[in-house]
């Protein structure tokens, strides 16, 4: 089979065409808004748009690149970009065989999955005394 | 703390994964399910100290694809997260018991969590000859239902053979077959259908339920989730069906460029399932990517219809495109009716099935032994 752009029908709407990214923009800017106001949070879920490369283009641009990239490994890689405007977050989820989960937009200040959660940093504790523990002369 | 007050954060915990890959596990499976971001907030929260279920998964009448297609899945995935670290507590298949180690580790299983377990059923029931088609144990699959049913949360149907019948329950269904909701008619069964079903669906739906509870099903009972939009309505060959661009064998001009496959008998307009948003193995391709129609087969009956090549019939609106046909396919269509016609003439109508459209009760006896 040919790939679907070789093939003289167009088919679908053309990609050249922005339509869904001017409202996400609106959407984008009303979230912020409120989170300056009221601190609430909020995301858009990517992968559940569709979104033309123009689309994508045009998001890109207006969000521009911003000063945070965060790599996690869990669970496969994810990748949380803070965009040029800060408190909107890209953040892509990929699956351990790269397969890519989903996609959105976080607007808040930090996404929630960044910072060390308490239970985590008490599991954390308790290993790192247990190793200090085992490296003491006498072992106390 | 017992077993069973485990939550499914700390099952995560104890499989030495931390509470960000629990995040991003909620995050995947809210976007999975199509639900609102704010979900996957709600989700965490919920299962963060939502007990660890125990799932019971059992098997009748089937070919075990439903469970391949789980387990088929690559490399340890959300898939095998939620049934094989989280949940599962007792499938004949997967487990290394067997005799009566494992009928022991079931009943075990049930006991301690009696009332609150989500019971999977993969196969169609047989209750013909007082069940006696399909026997472990000494007991007959019907009755192992019905007792395993009593003390189910929740009942899910997965694969179209539980679910409506499949190919045990078609003509001439020598074994007297029915689907799960045949056999347990007080409640609702969630039925995942398929043939088999899609990995993600069924851990989607598993996860929904244990979030938020019973999920909003079509009038097959299906999870509208994902059983929402027929394969049509989301397929990408859609523009070439809407031109009139078809292709008519598997290797002309219309097959080699794309075109829809309408004429070579998809069923995608009457099969309402998530392969093309979805896909298959980790979202490569579904089969008509792959250039074969749909088979329709997550719907009730899908193997009587008639054949998989044969274009759906007139009564479903589409044949005015009959229009723009060659006189091949239109020769192919009329071929195709008449094997059709010479089948159901070789067939009855199982009472099983007339049962199942008037809504009668389930019949007691073989329903072919007259
Ligand atoms: S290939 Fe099938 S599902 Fe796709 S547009 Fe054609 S008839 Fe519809
Ligand atoms: S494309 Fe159709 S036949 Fe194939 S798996 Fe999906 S629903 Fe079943």
Known sequence: MKPIDA????????????????????????????????GREYCIDLSALPLSPADRDLLREALGT?????????????????????????????????????????????????????????????????????REPGGH | MGELEETVLDAFRRGGLSR??????????????????????????TLARTPRPTVIYLSYQECTACLESMTRSFSPTIEHLIF???????????????????????????????????????GAVPMGAGGAYCVAA????VDDLRHAAQGAAAIIAVGTCAAFGGIPYAAPNPTGAVPVSEVIRDRPVINVSGCPPIPE??????????????????????????????????????????????????????????????????????????CATLKWNQGTSFPIQSGHGCLGCSEP??????????PLSAATGHWPRGEVLGAAALGGVVVGAGMAALARSHQKTSAAKTAKEAGSPPPKEDPHER
């Not at chain 1, 996400?24 to 300056?36: F, G, K, N, P, S």
Request: aromatic residues 10%; proline residues 6%; negative net charge.
């Open chain 1, 7 to 38: 093939i003289p029908i167009r088919p679908a709407p053309a990609s050249d065409v922005a339509g869904n990214a001017p409202a996400l923009l609106h959407e984008i800017a009303a979230a912020l808004d409120t989170l300056l106001r009221t």
């Open chain 1, 66 to 134: 911003g000063e945070v990239r965060v790599d996690l490994d869990t669970l496969g890689n994810s990748h949380i970009e803070e965009t040029g405007v800060p408190g909107v977050w890209w953040v892509c989820h990929r699956s351990e065989d790269g397969v890519l989960l989903t996609e959105s937009l976080a607007i808040c200040r930090v996404p929630e999955i960044i910072p060390a959660h308490p239970a985590d940093i008490a599991m954390g504790l308790q290993g790192l005394q247990e190793r200090m523990a085992s």
């Open chain 2, 20 to 45: 960000r890959a629990f995040l991003k596990f909620c995050a995947a499976t809210a976007s999975l399910l199509a639900l609102p971001p704010a979900a996957a907030t709600a989700m965490a929260e």
């Open chain 2, 84 to 122: 094989n670290n989280i949940s599962l507590a007792f499938n004949d298949t997967l487990q290394a018991a067997a005799g009566e180690a494992a009928e022991a580790a079931r009943k075990e299983a049930m006991r301690q969590a009696w009332g609150k377990y989500i019971l999977i059923v993969d």
């Open chain 2, 138 to 141: 000494g007991q007959s699959a």
């Open chain 2, 201 to 274: 669906v069924m851990t989607g739906v598993v996860v929904y339920y244990l979030s938020f509870g019973m999920p909003a099903l079509d009038h097959q009972g299906r999870p509208l989730a994902f059983y929402g939009n027929s394969i049509h309505d989301r397929c990408y060959r859609r523009p070439f069906y809407d031109e009139g661009r078809f292709a008519h064998t598997f290797d002309d001009e219309g097959a080699r460029n794309g075109w829809c496959l309408y004429e070579l008998g998809c069923k995608g307009p009457v099969t309402y399932n998530a």
């Open chain 2, 301 to 310: 009956d899908f193997w009587d219809k008639g054949g998989f090549y044969r």
